[in-house]
């Protein structure tokens, strides 16, 4: 992988925490413990991903432990506590897609990315993930980036998908 990227995302590209968006989004849930989870969705898909100050922010709002928030925020595979890309690709590795080259695809994706699965380019464009299944075996192997799918994707597909993407 290139060394410019390995470092994780430039900080000066992450946006910055906006505490009366966070008392915002708070307040759309009437302060309610008990739409923690929504309101975590919601900071997420403000920040693309839940920044400490923000949980932070919520924790003293909502009179709960930083660590309660914690726990959720781990617990739940679509939280992230780190800062995650614009497009979000997702190369299947599931049998199906697996026995049809899905981990070769994954390697074009990483290459052409300067980035390792599970990781976000420097300039927040794209995030790498795996998945273990996506319920799309007939179309093996696939690739989702966003909420679109690439089914009988090929190695040589992957600079086509990334420069739909490209700005």
């Known amino acids: 992988m290139k060394e410019c990227c390995s470092s994780g995302p430039n900080p000066s590209k992450i946006k910055k925490v906006e505490p009366g968006k966070v ?3 708070l307040e759309s849930f009437e302060h309610r413990v008990d739409s923690l989870i929504m309101i975590l969705q919601d900071i997420q898909e403000e920040y693309r991903y839940l920044p400490e100050e923000a949980l932070r ?3 003293d ?3 709960l432990p930083l660590s309660q928030l914690y726990e959720v925020a781990t617990f739940y595979r679509s939280f992230s506590l780190k800062p995650r890309g614009m497009h979000e690709i997702k190369v299947c590795l599931g049998t199906a897609c697996h026995l049809r080259n899905g981990p070769l695809i994954l390697e074009s994706f990483e290459r052409e ?4 699965r599970g990781s976000t380019t420097s300039d927040l464009a794209f995030t790498l993930e795996t998945v273990n299944c996506v319920g799309a075996c007939a179309l093996a192997p696939v690739v989702i980036v966003d909420s679109e799918y690439y089914g009988n994707s090929r190695p040589s ?3 086509g998908i990334l420069k739909k993407y490209k700005k």
Not at 113 to 116: A, F, M, N, Q
Request: glycine share 0%; charged share 30%; hydrophobic share 55%.
């Open 157 to 159: 597909n992957v600079k």
């Open 113 to 116: 990315l300067s980035v390792e």
């Open 61 to 63: 709002d909502l009179d």
């Open 57 to 59: 922010i919520v924790a």
């Open 23 to 25: 008392a915002e989004i």
